[in-house]
């Protein structure tokens, strides 16, 4: 049986058919992974939004999230590498989800190859018909070519199938990536622009206070 088969697909199916496994195990892991990270994600937004008060203590909470460790980043370290928080998150996206995004251009590079794969593999079909014309007789020419090229059209059928499939994956998970760059920056700025609200709002408060205290504290001094 695995001989009759790999008699009508050759190498090139063969390869095929690794390139089809190797796609459908990442599409549907990545597609998984991605929806859930989405979803656990936009629960702890809406956790933080119901208890401002305990945002660090939550955002601690849940650095298993990538997203999440991506906002935590931002907000420990934002402007001691660069004042571009755009900038920061994508370099974060590539620490955090670095496995996520080599899957993602592995896709993208099946669905290149595959087609090319499949050319070959009719290619190589088509050179086996044409050596088993020169040896046959004129009369089982027309049955030996026609039955060739059916064969020979299956790799290119198989690439066309892997391929399609493999682009439309590739396409479905960057839009997720982008959805969530989107959404960290978003989250980002909103909750540095929180904390420098509370910053101000302490300092507006208690450095009156402070100097009030000092001033008091040098006129009894003088008495």
Wanted: aromatic share 8%.
């Amino acid at each position: 049986m695995l001989a009759v088969i790999y008699a009508r697909i050759g190498v090139a199916g063969v390869a095929l058919i690794a390139a089809a496994a190797v796609c459908a195990y990442l599409a549907v892991k990545n597609i998984i992974y991605l929806w859930m990270v989405g979803a656990d994600f936009r629960r702890i937004i809406r956790q933080i939004d119901e208890k401002e008060d305990d945002r660090n203590a939550i955002i601690e909470a849940n650095l298993k999230n990538p997203l999440i460790g991506v906002i935590n980043d931002i907000l420990k370290t934002h402007g001691e590498h660069s004042d571009d928080i755009k900038s920061e998150i994508a370099f974060l996206f590539h620490h955090y989800l670095k496995k996520t995004i080599r899957d993602i251009t592995l896709l993208k590079v099946i669905a290149a190859v595959s087609p090319l794969l499949g050319l070959l593999g009719t290619l190589l079909g088509l050179m086996g018909v044409f050596g088993k014309l020169s040896s046959s007789s004129s009369l089982a020419a027309g049955a030996v070519l026609a039955a060739g090229i059916w064969e020979a059209i299956y790799t290119t059928v198989m690439g066309l199938s892997i391929a399609i499939p493999a682009l439309i994956t590739y396409n479905l998970l960057s839009i997720y990536i982008r959805s969530f760059n989107l959404e960290t920056v978003e989250y980002s700025y909103r909750f540095l622009g929180r904390a420098h609200y509370c910053m101000s709002r302490y300092h507006k408060y208690h450095k009156p206070k402070q100097a009030k205290n000092k001033k008091k504290a040098g006129t009894d001094s003088e008495v």
